[in-house]
């Protein structure tokens, strides 16, 4: 990695330099004195990459690339007046380059060796598969956010917000280009569920909800509290999607030309040596065809079944129509007949009535309407977010949501008190009858001694409770009150 000392004054300037760097680099690569390197077998050839006032410089290990990088770096600084800065310059080698070679080139080059590329972008720069320890500083990013004297002077909900905003800050840009270890996230969720309850440093309080729950979506039951392994798989979704519709970028030719063998036809997909990133978009990809939808083109793309191009949820194969063997592989472009419209006559054999009235709103593919285009669902402009995929994600594990839960959340009071009418319909405040289970104490109420102090106890029918809401109820609802269930 070289790192060229400029004019702070001028990046326009430098940007321009930067240019004629790249002109001078492919002509000496087209002399084939510069051999650059090459990711996979296919793979696209690297000879430099730019990034700000980061140069990073890829060849292969041999004197004669060295002299000419050398040569490029001279004739560069001597036109631009760019110095290199050899204390932040660093050279690199691959595990295959043995001892001698590396002292050799090293001194021709001038730069120190390095065994580890350090974090770049604040992103640790691993070229291996990550393990818990490269994350250890995401681990204290967090601790230190949420040190617990700052949980000791917020409510519950300030807790949970304040969580909420430190987790969505420090793991999430990581997250967005690779796939950190589970006991990571684990360690990183153990943090956030101290925090929420207020557990000290020796003394650990009770968690009155499990974190399965508060991790659900609001509508759920959850406190809209974001699980990490979904909010991983979500970011990462974001680079396999860009290789799903085809964007040519630079790290996608570079995965599919180290990975990517029978990609195209689904074939072998990894081997236990690619890269983590390569392993977890492979995983992700099923379930991104599940979400993904259709925009109909000419129709020769979708799958007449198995993709979604009614309205973005519905799959035909899930509305039991029976499927005729050789019909699994029907494109769209083959449901239309010669007028140009949808093959209802054959149609109407084998689909149910109501998807063919909605057919009849749906205009076929046509050759004209170009090549169909896939959407991302949950946006409305189609184009993928991670907000939308962790969305997807999310309500995909869950069985059962409840208006109850949407209600909650739009009471208009406090969110402390919002946060306490949601403990209470999870049937979970700190009573003293829930004490008494566990064997901590006596079951009665502390103002009445008359009653086992429950939560319909202490928010209702303990007579200081009664007085309280009898000043407050009108006659007519009284009744219903005070006889409900929570
Ligand atoms: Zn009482």
């Not at 492919?26 to 090459?38: F, Q, Y």
């Not at 990088?69 to 050899?86: C, I, P, Q, W």
């Not at 040190?147 to 917000?161: D, E, H, N, P, Y």
């Not at 689904?266 to 939808?293: Q, Y």
Request: aromatic fraction near 10%.
């Amino acid at each position: 990695m070289w790192h060229p000392q400029g004019d702070p004054m001028s990046p326009y300037l430098f940007v321009l330099s930067m240019d004629k760097l790249t002109h001078i680099i492919s002509d000496v690569i087209e002399t084939g004195r510069w051999k650059p390197m090459r990711a996979g077998r296919n793979g696209p050839w690297i000879s430099h990459l730019m990034f700000v006032d980061d140069l990073l410089i890829f060849g292969q290990a041999t004197t004669e690339t060295m002299t000419a990088v050398r040569e490029v770096l001279d004739t560069f600084s001597a036109m631009s007046g760019h110095k290199v800065n050899y204390d932040k310059s660093s050279i690199f080698f691959s595990e295959n380059v043995c001892t001698s070679l590396r002292t050799i080139l090293s001194a021709q080059s001038g730069f120190k060796e390095t065994n580890t590329l350090g974090n770049y972008l604040g992103v640790p720069a691993l070229g291996r598969t990550p393990r818990v320890n490269d994350f250890n500083y995401l681990i204290e990013k967090v601790k230190k956010s949420l040190a617990g004297w700052k949980s000791k002077q917020l409510s519950l909900a300030g807790r949970i917000t304040l969580a909420k905003s430190v987790i969505q800050a420090i793991p999430v840009y990581p997250m967005m280009s690779m796939p950190i270890p589970k006991s990571c996230l684990y360690k990183i969720d153990k943090i956030q569920r101290a925090f929420i309850w207020g557990d000290g440093e020796e003394k650990k309080k009770m968690h009155l909800i499990s974190w399965n729950k508060i991790t659900m979506p609001k509508h759920c039951g959850g406190v809209g509290l974001r699980r990490l392994d979904y909010m991983n798989d979500a970011c990462l979704m974001k680079m396999g999607w860009s290789l799903m519709v085809g964007e040519h970028s630079l790290w996608g030719q570079v995965l599919l030309g180290k990975h990517g063998r029978e990609f195209e036809t689904r074939g072998k997909l990894t081997s236990p040596n690619d890269s983590a990133l390569w392993k977890a978009i492979v995983r992700l990809w099923p379930k991104m065809e599940e979400f993904r939808c259709w925009n109909i083109g000419d129709g020769s793309r979708v799958n007449f079944w198995k993709d979604k191009w009614i309205d973005g949820q519905l799959r035909l194969i899930d509305v039991g129509a029976n499927v005729p063997p050789e019909a699994r592989d029907w494109k769209l472009k083959d449901m239309v007949n010669e007028r140009e419209d949808w093959k209802f006559d054959m149609l109407s054999n084998i689909l149910p009535p109501a998807i063919i009235l909605r057919m009849h709103a749906i205009l076929p593919p046509n050759t004209r309407d170009g090549a169909d285009k896939l959407i991302w669902p949950g946006e409305n402009s189609g184009r993928f977010t991670v907000h939308a995929a962790y969305k997807l994600i999310a309500n995909n594990q869950v069985a059962e949501s409840s208006t109850v839960w949407n209600q909650i959340w739009r009471i208009n009071v406090m969110e402390r008190i919002r946060v306490f009418v949601w403990q209470l319909k999870h049937g979970r405040l700190l009573t003293r009858q829930w004490l008494a289970r566990m064997k901590l104490g006596e079951p009665y109420c502390d103002n009445c001694y008359q009653f086992e102090e429950s939560i319909l106890h202490v928010i209702r029918d303990c007579p200081i409770a009664v007085q309280t809401w009898q000043h407050l109820l009108h006659n007519n609802g009284r009744g219903d009150f005070f006889l409900a269930q929570l």
